[in-house]
């Protein structure tokens, strides 16, 4: 199973928005409504931002959204605050015998 | 308050075997399905492996088949991942994480703080 498609890098000013793109298959991000993003800092563990596609769990800010078209999801950031430059990365259930597969991660920069 | 505290991690020379544990506490643990994510130095995130709630059903990444066996004991709380026959290709953070107890699949809600396993002669 390879890894879902991710930009390697994106950056935005303070105040604007940025939105991460995660490329699959059918047999993943197009087949299943299982997609989750994650945000990580430098030596710190993943940190859970958006399930099912769409769907932010209790604490995080409603800038952050996901979304997905066809074999494509994403994620977009919206009012970039510092702290939100980290790596994010996507991932999707591949059903039963993959069942999981990260993206290949992409590094945000508020510049 | 969740937490996930892995150990057993260390430096095993190729070929060798590592057990790692993860303690759970915070939450109902025999309600959730847990995995093992692993995180090569400098890479990505990479899926290892998931053990259903009761423990009856587990899935794992090609890369580790027949090499690595997750486990739990839910009387114990505790979440385990045996890796055997290691290569320089399995030098790694992994993290435990544990999946939501709702029908949402492959998502991983908390994660622990990683324990490190370093295969190198």
């Known amino acids: 199973q390879s890894a879902l498609t991710q930009p390697r890098s994106v950056s935005g000013s303070p105040g604007q928005s940025v939105t991460i793109s995660c490329t699959g298959t059918s047999s993943d991000v197009g087949g299943y409504n299982h997609v989750s993003w994650y945000q990580q800092h430098p030596g710190k563990a993943p940190k859970l931002m958006i399930y099912?596609?769409?769907k932010r769990p209790s604490g995080v800010p409603d800038r952050f959204s996901g979304s997905k078209s066809g074999n494509t999801a994403s994620l977009t950031v919206a009012g970039l605050q510092a702290e939100d430059e980290a790596d994010y990365y996507c991932?999707?259930?591949?059903?039963?015998?993959?069942?999981?597969?990260f993206g290949t991660g992409t590094k945000v920069t508020v510049l | 308050e969740v937490q996930l505290l892995e150990s057993g991690g260390g430096l095993v020379q190729p070929g060798g075997s590592l057990r790692l544990s993860c303690a759970a506490s915070?939450?109902?643990?025999?309600?959730?399905?847990m995995n093992w994510v692993r995180q090569a130095p400098g890479k990505g995130l990479e899926w290892v492996s998931t053990?259903?709630?009761?423990?009856?059903?587990?899935y794992y990444a090609d890369s580790v088949k027949g090499r690595f066996t997750i486990s739990r004991d839910n009387s114990k709380n505790t979440l385990y991942l045996q890796m055997n026959s290691l290569g320089a290709e399995d030098t790694a953070i992994y993290y435990c994480a544990k999946s939501p107890v709702s029908s949402s699949i492959a998502t991983f809600d908390y994660w622990g703080q990683g324990s490190l396993a370093t295969v190198s002669s």
């Open positions: 099912d596609v769409s």
């Open positions: 053990i259903s709630s009761s423990g009856g059903s587990t």
């Open positions: 991932c999707s259930y591949a059903g039963r015998d993959t069942f999981g597969v």
């Open positions: 915070g939450f109902t643990f025999g309600d959730c399905a």
